[in-house]
């Protein structure tokens, strides 16, 4: 007996082409320690067209540091799935990474947090 027929997705409904899983080769766990506060930038050691799609797409966005957070915010993938891309990339020699100096002490966060509850 046929079930219901199923819905057929199109373009943005089907969400990402790739799951995660495809993306990392299965791989769930990053080479290098990275927070979603460190800073990643490109070398300009390794070329955007000598790397899969989603490596390149990263090598664009760290052409000036950029946060593990914004990366990942930028490709729509969960921020695991970004640490290991961005790990392969600094196992090349493609990127490098440093966590801030200077983070917000509490008393700004809450500041912020105040001012944003205010909108």
């Given at each position: ?80 799935v ?26 700004q ?11």
């Amino acid at each position: 007996m046929a079930g219901p027929p199923e819905k057929m997705w199109l373009d943005n409904e089907a969400g990402p082409l790739l799951r995660p899983y495809s993306l990392t080769n299965g791989r769930t766990k990053p080479s290098a320690t990275l927070s979603l506060q460190s800073l990643v930038r490109s070398t300009g050691r390794l070329a955007p067209d000598r790397v899969e799609p989603t490596h390149a797409k990263m090598l664009e966005l760290c052409r000036v540091a950029t946060s593990v957070a914004e990366v990942s915010a930028h490709l729509r993938q969960p921020a695991v799935v970004t640490k290991v891309l961005l790990s392969d990339l600094i196992d090349w020699g493609a990127i490098t990474t440093r966590v801030p100096t200077e983070m917000p002490d509490r008393e700004q966060l809450e500041a912020l947090l105040h001012g944003l509850r205010q909108l």
